[in-house]
């Protein structure tokens, strides 16, 4: 039995076990792929969307096709759907931002197209009915028995009534746009600018606050130049 109304991830470290390096993302790397290999039907797409662009679950659930620039490569993130399934814009004028796609994103999405439920808003992740999919579901109907099927879980050291351990999921799904970000500074050499742009941070402050410590230290390396070009001028 798991239980389900406990937390996603545990509070004290809250999402510095994912990603307090960039080696880190090697052992974190074979969940990623699971996670891939293991969700089936729409979430597929889903999942593969959110873990290659660290796109917000809001910003998931309130795409539209519009935004979606398959030919290009690209989407444009100009609105989100909120706790409640309202749609709106982001909350921030950085929110507005462009996202560059993975090939595995363009296939998935191009193959996604056609099945997509249909409705009013013409969205690219809703649900069965075409209407804006709840926060609640994608956590209770996917993200959570999602891991459970990978076996991403947590022991409570409980026992439910039938002497059964009680798991927990081990992440929250706002780890996923942490992996994302943290790949984009490793394989991708992102500089804290263009990784503020991408993920739509209020401001580059707020990039250094999460990620300074994966980020190489530029600063200091030329502070040591300065010290080799002073050496030698003196010399």
């Given amino acids: 039995m798991v239980r389900l109304g406990v937390a996603l991830v545990p509070c004290s470290d809250q999402f510095a076990f994912l990603f307090c390096s960039c080696d880190c993302l090697k052992h974190y790397g074979a969940e990623l792929n699971a996670v891939i290999e293991k ?3 729409r979430w597929r797409p889903f999942i593969i969307t959110a873990i290659f662009t660290g796109m917000r679950a809001s910003e998931l659930r309130g795409l539209p096709w519009r935004d979606v620039d398959l030919d290009a490569g690209v989407i444009h993130v100009r609105q989100r759907a909120d706790a409640w399934n ?5 909350k921030s004028k950085a929110g507005k931002h462009d996202i560059p796609l993975a090939p595995i994103i363009v296939n998935a999405l191009k193959q996604w197209k056609d099945d997509c439920p249909k409705g009013l808003l013409d969205l690219v992740f809703p649900n069965g009915a075409g209407n ?5 579901n994608v956590w209770k109907k996917f993200w959570i028995p999602l891991q459970i099927d990978c076996g991403m879980t947590i022991d409570t050291g409980k026992k439910d009534d039938n002497g059964s351990p009680m798991l927990e999921s081990r992440y929250g799904f706002h780890a996923l746009r942490h992996a994302a970000a943290s790949l984009f500074i490793q394989y991708l050499k992102w500089s804290p600018k263009r990784l503020q742009t991408v993920m739509g941070h209020s401001s580059v402050r707020m990039t250094f606050d999460l990620y300074g410590h994966l980020f190489d230290d530029i600063e200091k390396d030329r502070a040591d130049l300065a010290t080799i070009e002073a050496a030698i001028r003196a010399a």
């Fill in 39 to 41: 969700a089936a039907g």
């Fill in 132 to 136: 804006i999919e709840s926060l609640t």
């Fill in 86 to 90: 309202n749609i709106g814009p982001p």
